[in-house]
């Protein structure tokens, strides 16, 4: 089965404090994995994609097939990153986009 | 032009009401898709288009009807509508075979079905 699993709903943390944002996923073939997200009344945005390694706003997130994570994270958290968090899967093959449940980020003053 | 622009932003419909949703993109992405998004849920898939063709159906009621007539614009025809399918309803669109780069998300229409 081809699933994307955020174990967080909510994930509060106080400005400066490091941040996880965990992603497991489930998929037999080789995974493409993105991190979108969604501030408040806004469109949702591409953040990041396991492709490019690269770091976004100070995030970067690490594919690690062993553990089938794809977790975001950032050393110090800033009061304009809270947030909702998407990990999404597309499978090879097909346009399709599998969204995790999403976490709510919320970075206290 | 890097954005995809869906109209209205906001729709309330009768239940015997036939309404029309509408998104364009310029940026020559040739697949675009219908998300649904309820509240505090994720984005569910409905419907891929690629190369105005229609690929993926998700099992979508037919009192949803997609069309794409060219390669800018997707249309999401409504008709009948439940009270449940009140929800906001997303466009996206990818460049075909380069969906690793990433989708880009319109705003949504916000849809309330009385």
């Known amino acids: 089965a081809q699933r994307v699993t955020q174990p967080e709903k909510l994930l509060s943390v106080f400005k400066g404090a490091p941040v996880e944002l965990k992603c497991n996923y489930s998929?037999?073939?080789?995974?493409?994995l993105f991190w979108y997200v969604q501030y408040s009344r806004q469109r949702l945005q591409l953040l990041l994609r396991?492709?490019s390694r690269e770091s976004i706003k100070g995030f970067t997130a690490d594919l690690n097939k062993g553990e089938t994570s794809f977790h975001l994270k950032k050393p110090f958290a800033q009061e304009e990153d809270s947030a909702m968090y998407y990990c999404?899967?597309?499978?090879?093959?097909?346009?399709?986009?599998?969204f995790g449940q999403g976490t709510t980020l919320q970075v206290k003053p | 032009d890097t954005e995809v622009t869906q109209t209205p932003k906001h729709l309330v419909m009768g239940m015997t009401n036939k309404k029309s949703l509408k998104c364009e993109q310029h940026?020559?992405?040739?697949?675009m898709y219908w998300y649904k998004q309820k509240a505090k849920k994720p984005p569910e898939l409905m419907f891929v288009?690629?190369?105005?063709?229609?690929?993926i159906n998700e099992s979508v009621p037919s009192r949803f009807s997609p069309e794409c007539p060219n390669s800018s614009l997707l249309n999401l025809h409504l008709h009948a509508l439940q009270p449940e399918d009140s929800a906001l309803y997303l466009c996206?669109?990818?460049?075909?075979?380069?969906?690793?780069?990433?989708?880009?998300f319109g705003s949504g229409t916000r849809l309330t079905v009385v």
């Open positions: 996206a669109s990818s460049q075909v075979g380069a969906e690793l780069y990433g989708y880009t």
């Open positions: 998929y037999s073939g080789s995974p493409e």
């Open positions: 396991h492709i």
């Open positions: 999404a899967l597309k499978p090879s093959n097909t346009g399709k986009l599998i």
């Open positions: 940026m020559g992405h040739r697949a």
């Open positions: 288009y690629s190369y105005e063709k229609l690929s």
